[in-house]
């Protein structure tokens, strides 16, 4: 059996939806306001953020947490932080978030290739615009500031039978 990874070497797949599915997101400045919570976050070096996107009523996203941050506490920073500046910044007083989050601890690199095509490609299957670069609120958008792939989440060699 496979030694579990350092802490630092963590990377995670996370969905966290809006309180009973309401679509917070479908407003533009609270939409650009969760973007600026999500690189607010990455500038102050809580997580790697490597792929996102923020739909109407919940959020994907594929990052990795600081060494000395917990997933559950970056995932706080997020939510805790978007629902604080909302309500102080856009005077939104209704509940934004559900309470819990879902999380998938990526594997390897065809696991982290899968998820971050999952999101890039989320906007088109719900048919909310045609083609990923053309949906403002995800990293597919041009101008996101995003991390590389962690190095520990290396491609296997071709033939190797997986995706990179």
Same mark, same amino acid.
């Given at each position: 059996?496979?030694?579990?990874?350092?802490?630092?070497?963590?990377?995670?797949?996370?969905?966290?939806?809006?309180?009973?599915?309401?679509?917070?997101?479908?407003?533009?400045?609270?939409?650009?306001?969760?973007?600026?919570?999500?690189?607010?976050?990455?500038?102050?070096?809580?997580?790697?953020?490597?792929?996102?996107?923020?739909?109407?009523?919940?959020?994907?996203?594929?990052?990795?947490?600081?060494?000395?941050?917990?997933?559950?506490?970056?995932?706080?920073?997020?939510?805790?932080?978007?629902?604080?500046?909302?309500?102080?910044?856009?005077?939104?007083?209704?509940?934004?978030?559900?309470?819990?989050?879902?999380?998938?601890?990526?594997?390897? /690199? %065809?696991?982290? @290739?899968?998820?971050? #095509?999952?999101?890039?490609?989320?906007?088109?299957? !719900? *048919?909310?615009? +045609?083609?990923?670069?053309?949906?403002?609120?995800?990293? /597919? %958008?041009?101008? @996101?500031?995003?991390? #590389?792939?962690?190095?520990?989440?290396?491609?296997? !060699? *071709?033939?190797? +039978?997986?995706?990179?």
């Amino acid at each position: 059996m496979k030694p579990p990874a350092p802490q630092e070497e963590r990377t995670f797949f996370v969905t966290t939806n809006c309180h009973q599915r309401q679509p917070v997101f479908r407003a533009a400045e609270r939409a650009r306001l969760m973007l600026g919570v999500l690189q607010d976050n990455r500038r102050k070096g809580r997580f790697l953020l490597h792929q996102f996107v923020i739909m109407p009523d919940h959020i994907h996203l594929l990052l990795t947490p600081a060494p000395e941050v917990s997933l559950e506490k970056a995932v706080q920073f997020i939510k805790g932080g978007f629902s604080f500046r909302v309500k102080k910044e856009l005077g939104f007083h209704d509940e934004v978030w559900q309470q819990s989050f879902t999380e998938h601890r990526v594997k390897d /690199a %065809a696991d982290y @290739a899968h998820h971050r #095509e999952y999101i890039r490609m989320n906007p088109v299957r !719900a *048919k909310v615009v +045609g083609a990923p670069e053309e949906y403002a609120y995800s990293s /597919a %958008a041009n101008g @996101a500031e995003l991390d #590389e792939r962690p190095p520990w989440l290396k491609p296997q !060699a *071709k033939g190797a +039978g997986t995706r990179g």
